[in-house]
């Protein structure tokens, strides 16, 4: 499987991430699978063989058996994996039981290291901005992580462009680590980071890792308009989670990956994949499965690529309309921005 640097650093990952949501199954996380060690050990291994080496798990993740879960199924390969995993999320509950300040970040990465059975945590992520906790106070936490060796690279998820750009300025200015991956929303019915966490990951030399590729199920091709949703899916149980916004034009888009789909003699799912895998800034895309079918069918989409005019029909039904000031930017401007930003 092809591998990319993640973001300025000279770590490589495979272009497929493997996600652990689905492990253990408590608490809310229920409805995303109950995958136990034994399971994951074969699914991990599968990965492993397919050339996958980057894993992706959460604290908040069934509240640690996740964690738990991904570093039992390990085992004795954990040095063929690269282990990210993400804090920020409430873990109990005191009122410094969540946030990013020193002393939740320093507490959740003792705990996710003893979780995962593991003294380094390779990509450790900041699972969303804290507004209320200054930035340098999480920067320079995660600097000491890094020092210590219990961290080895840092990354941040869900920053909108202001919050990611500034972080990499105190970094500058501090002398402190910096974020070399943003973990993000993107998919086929989802393409609003295309305004500006794309063009800033490719100026700033910030590797992308793709989460919910397949828009929570939407774009398995198991959903067709008008027809009935299907049963025992997780958007059956809980709805959606704010994935897709224009449901009719998720329609266009999952007829127009079918057309390719049956052409192509492939899945619908491994279209939105390879379709991501194509576009410019993407490190590696996260794929999650709940059995062994699904995860061999999704690790397929690394294996052959889309035309050109494959990927111009794809671009043409998804497109969304440039929002202020890109319009005027590139009516206006176009002359003087790169191509790779347009």
Same mark, same amino acid.
């Given at each position: ?162 919050? +990611?750009?500034?972080?990499? #300025? /105190? &970094? ?6 910096? $974020?070399?991956? !943003? %973990?993000? @929303?993107? =998919? ?122 494959? +990927?111009?029909?794809?671009? #043409? /039904? &998804? ?6 000031? $890109?319009?005027? !930017? %590139?009516? @206006?401007? =176009? ?8």
């Amino acid at each position: 499987m092809e591998t990319r640097f993640l973001g300025k650093s000279g770590l490589k990952v495979s272009v497929l991430s493997f996600g652990t949501m689905t492990f253990g199954g408590s608490n809310f996380f229920e409805h995303m699978g109950k995958t136990q060690v034994d399971e994951a050990q074969r699914l991990i291994e599968i990965c492993l063989e397919a050339g996958v080496n980057i894993f992706d798990t959460a604290d908040v993740y069934s509240q640690g058996l996740s964690e738990e879960i991904l570093g039992k199924a390990l085992g004795r390969r954990r040095s063929e994996a690269i282990i990210a995993t993400k804090a920020y999320g409430r873990m109990g509950q005191g009122p410094n039981d969540l946030g990013l300040s020193r002393y939740h970040l320093i507490r959740a990465c003792e705990d996710s290291l003893r979780r995962l059975g593991t003294d380094y945590i390779d990509l450790y992520q900041v699972h969303g901005f804290d507004a209320l906790t200054p930035l340098e106070e999480t920067l320079r936490a995660l600097d000491d992580l890094v020092r210590s060796g219990k961290v080895r690279y840092i990354g941040c998820s869900n920053y909108s462009a202001w919050h +990611l750009m500034k972080a990499l #300025s /105190v &970094s500058e200015r501090l002398g402190l680590e910096r $974020y070399v991956s !943003q %973990q993000v @929303y993107y =998919s086929l019915v989802a393409r609003e980071l295309e305004y500006e966490l794309i063009p800033l990951g490719l100026d700033q030399g910030v590797g992308i890792l793709v989460w919910s590729p397949l828009a929570f199920g939407f774009l398995t091709g198991k959903y067709r308009r008008g027809q009935p949703e299907p049963e025992g899916t997780r958007r059956a149980t809980i709805g959606d989670i704010g994935t897709v916004s224009d449901v009719e034009k998720a329609y266009d888009i999952v007829e127009a990956l079918d057309e390719i789909a049956r052409n192509r003699g492939v899945t619908v799912a491994q279209v939105a994949l390879n379709w991501l895998l194509r576009q410019p800034g993407i490190t590696s895309v996260i794929i999650g499965a709940r059995n062994e079918q699904q995860l061999k069918d999704n690790l397929s989409a690394a294996n052959w690529e889309l035309t050109s005019d494959e +990927l111009k029909q794809l671009h #043409s /039904v &998804s497109a969304v309309p440039p929002i202020y000031p $890109y319009w005027h !930017q %590139q009516k @206006y401007g =176009s002359d003087r921005i790169p191509q790779s930003l347009q």
